[in-house]
């Protein structure tokens, strides 16, 4: 299994899955668990993801309610766009892609978000409402993927 964060570092919020998933690797002790970070997108997550049955995606999506998290699923990514780039494709499509051209996809993938308002800000540090919510969250993603057994 892969746990995944997506975001970017150095703007504040958005980097709240990167932070998740390293909290996650300090809490998680599985020979069969690994743990990657990135800011990246489109069709470079194929790399990245090829050769695991199942990727947990931990990122931040912008929202009316800083701090809410929830899992999302992967059916409601088919409808989104990327429109900077005709060369940047969403996640959805660029897995369909890679089941397209015959490689080893996961069989299933599972998306985690917690809602920011800004995604654009520079900073190293999570805004108020994200860190208050910021143990609930990693807490979330912890009980929904290894089950409550504590012992990992």
Do not use: W
């Amino acid at each position: 299994m892969l746990f995944f964060g997506l975001g970017n570092p150095i703007l504040a919020d958005d980097a709240v899955g990167i932070r998740a998933v390293e909290e996650l690797s300090r809490r998680i002790k599985r020979p069969n668990c690994e743990f990657k970070t990135g800011s990246i997108g489109g069709l470079k997550v194929l790399d990245e993801i090829q050769g695991y049955d199942r990727v947990v995606f931990v990122d931040a999506i912008v929202g009316d309610e800083p701090g809410k998290f929830y899992e999302l699923s992967l059916d409601r990514l088919s409808r989104s766009f990327h429109l900077t780039s005709p060369h940047t494709v969403n996640l959805f499509t660029a897995l369909e892609l890679g089941r397209g051209l015959g490689l080893k996809m996961p069989r299933e993938i599972k998306i985690y978000v917690m809602e920011i308002k800004d995604g654009k800000t520079f900073g190293e540090g999570l805004s108020e409402e994200v860190a208050a919510r910021f143990p609930d969250f990693v807490e979330f993603v912890f009980e929904k993927e290894i089950g409550g057994d504590h012992a990992s």
